[in-house]
Antibody, heavy 120, light 109 residues
Framework: QVQLQESGPGLVKPSETLALTCTVSGGSISSNYWSWIRQPPGKGLEWIGIIYYSGSTYYNPSLRSRVTTSVDTSKNQFSLKLRSVTAADTAMYYC??????????????WGQGILVTVSS | EIVLTQSPATLSLSPGERATLSCRASQSVSTYLAWYQQKPGQAPRLLIYDASNRATGIPARFSGSGSGTDFTLTISSLEPEDFAVYYCQQRTNWPPRVTFGQGTRLEIK
């Protein structure tokens, strides 16, 4: 079965770039599409963006100016970069397989999440 | 942006009771709606997709209904492990956009 694992630094300084990687195991990254989702401590879920195995990307309009995602099919990984971070970007960051169940589908499975704190 | 409003914010019930959670969209999302369960310290788990289809391994006591702007997640008889936070989520496919509701906390009465 497909499993996802986020990796990256847990602490990022304000104004710097947050960079995370999601490694997919148990399945090919080329047969699905993938999303990043975050959750500030004690708050709800926010979709960051989607990346297709072709490399096409679409982002939440509220984050679009600061976000870049990419896919590395040779490593079965996809990545997130969020520039110019502030304390408001402190959150648990999840990667997830998108489109479970087709066009009207949901996110499944999810990675366990990685807590990223923005602080000097 | 399509806004999802969940109600109630908190629902207090006892094991064995029936739970009814609501999600209302600011405009029609057809059946492009999913439900998730999240327990403390865990990632969300997909329960329902396409408004009424249970994901693999989800018990039959969980059911989803609705279309357009009004959706319901029903848990027919609450088990102790069902007390958690529940989120609804919608998607539009072109351009791809996803939003989540603010969540309903289901707590033990």
């Amino acid at each position: 079965q497909v499993q996802l694992q986020e990796s990256g630094p847990g602490l990022v300084k304000p104004s710097e770039t947050l960079a995370l990687t999601c490694t997919v195991s148990g399945g090919s990254i080329s047969s699905n599409y993938w999303s990043w989702i975050r959750q500030p401590p004690g708050k709800g879920l926010e979709w960051i963006g989607i990346i297709y195995y072709s490399g096409s990307t679409y982002y939440n309009p509220s984050l679009r100016s600061r976000v870049t995602t990419s896919v590395d099919t040779s490593k079965n990984q996809f990545s997130l970069k969020l520039r110019s971070v502030t304390a408001a970007d402190t959150a648990m960051y999840y990667c997830a397989r998108d489109g479970y169940g087709g066009d009207a589908g949901g996110f499944d499975p999810w990675g366990q999440g990685i807590l990223v704190t923005v602080s000097s | 942006e399509i806004v999802l409003t969940q109600s109630p914010a908190t629902l207090s019930l006892s094991p064995g009771e029936r739970a009814t959670l609501s999600c209302r969209a600011s405009q029609s999302v057809s059946t492009y709606l999913a439900w998730y369960q999240q327990k403390p310290g865990q990632a969300p788990r997909l329960l329902i997709y396409d408004a009424s289809n249970r994901a693999t391994g989800i018990p039959a006591r969980f059911s989803g209904s609705g279309s357009g702007t009004d959706f319901t997640l029903t848990i027919s008889s609450l088990e102790p492990e069902d007390f958690a936070v529940y989120y609804c989520q919608q998607r539009t496919n072109w351009p791809p956009r996803v939003t989540f509701g603010q969540g309903t906390r289901l707590e033990i009465k």
